[in-house]
C-alpha cells in the first residue's frame, strides 16, 4: 500500500506565502513599472523561500503532527488586543512611554527567560534608541 503525503505545517505556510507571492506579483504587473521594482524584488525573493519552505517540509523525514494547543490561541489574541491597545493609545502617552509598555507587555506573553529588571531595561532603552535616531537624526515625527 502506498504511503499518503501529507502537507503539514510550513508546507501549508510555504504554499500560502506562495500564492500570496503570485496574487501580489500579477497586481504589480498592473502598476506603473517606475514604481513597483522594489516591491517586485521583495515577492520574488518570498516565492523562492517559500518554495525552498515547501521543499524542506516535503523532504523532512518525521511527519510527526504537533500537539494543538488552547494557549498559543490565546497568546495570538492577546497580541493582536495589546498591540491594538498600543495603537490607540500612543497619542495620549507618547511614544516613549508606549512603546516601552508594548515591548514589556510583548516579553512577558513570550515567556522571556530574562529578569523583570532586564526586561524594563532593554524596553526602555530600545524605545529611547529609536526615539532618537528617527525624531532628532531623521527628523521623522514620532507621537
Known amino acids: 500500500m502506498k504511503e499518503r503525503k501529507l502537507l503539514y505545517g510550513d508546507a501549508i505556510t510555504g504554499l500560502f506565502l506562495l500564492l500570496l507571492s503570485i496574487v501580489f506579483g500579477l497586481i504589480t504587473l ?8 522594489y516591491p517586485q524584488i521583495v515577492l520574488v525573493i518570498l ?3 517559500s518554495s525552498c519552505l515547501i521543499i524542506k517540509e ?3 523525514k518525521d511527519k ?3 500537539q494543538f494547543y488552547w494557549i498559543n490561541i490565546f497568546k495570538t489574541i492577546l497580541l493582536f488586543a495589546v498591540i491594538y491597545i498600543y495603537l490607540t493609545t500612543i497619542d495620549l ?8 509598555l508594548l ?3 510583548l516579553m512577558m506573553i ?3 527567560y530574562w529578569k523583570w529588571y532586564w526586561i524594563l531595561t532593554s524596553s526602555l532603552l530600545t524605545a529611547i534608541l529609536i526615539y532618537f535616531v528617527f525624531g532628532q537624526i531623521f527628523y521623522v515625527p514620532l507621537p
Open 103 to 105: 515591548m514589556i507587555v
Open 64 to 66: 510527526s503532527v504537533k
Open 30 to 37: 498592473q502598476l506603473d513599472p517606475r514604481i513597483v521594482r
Open 47 to 49: 516565492g523562492i523561500l
Open 110 to 112: 513570550s515567556n522571556s
Open 93 to 100: 502617552i507618547g511614544f516613549v512611554t508606549a512603546s516601552t
Open 58 to 60: 516535503i523532504r523532512k
